[in-house]
């Protein structure tokens, strides 16, 4: 596959929402070793909203769509897992305006750019054992 259409995105954040919700107990439990063991709820909670709005979601472009599934996040979860997650897609979204079709370079700098606007919204780094951690192995793989 030389190029991801927006179908393939779709699939994506669907197949995220889908584990979100379907895993609720887990990555609470996870959470409760370092944290309150709200996380799995609240991670539920924004994709549980972003499926539930999903006909509605704008797909003129990845963009859109993107950064649609940001807001909706952002408006249904508190705390820091809300804009930390929306912020993500968000900035991903941002990167991809206008088009309809993602090539390798493209995703990089997507996920480039969700890490810089998590770390500027959280205040993490690189090292601190967060999202950002997984976000630069996808990255660099």
Excluded: H
């Excluded at 991801?4 to 959470?31: H, P, Q």
């Excluded at 991670?43 to 963009?63: K, M």
């Amino acid at each position: 596959m030389r190029e991801l259409s927006m179908e393939n995105v779709e699939l994506l954040v669907k197949t995220i929402a889908d584990t979100a919700v379907g895993n609720i107990g887990y990555f609470s439990e996870l959470d409760s070793a370092a944290g309150d063991a709200d996380f799995g709820v609240s991670l539920a909670t924004g994709f549980q909203a972003v499926l539930d709005r999903w006909e509605t979601l704008d797909r003129a472009c990845i963009g859109s769509f993107l950064m649609k599934v940001g807001m909706v996040i952002i408006s249904t979860v508190g705390g820091c897992s809300g804009p930390l997650w929306g912020t993500g897609f968000m900035r991903a979204g941002m990167s991809a305006k206008g088009k309809k079709a993602l090539t390798l370079a493209d995703l990089v700098t997507m996920l480039r750019s969700a890490m810089d606007g998590i770390m500027a919204r959280g205040g993490a780094q690189l090292g601190d054992k967060t999202l950002l951690d997984a976000l630069a192995s996808a990255t660099e793989a």
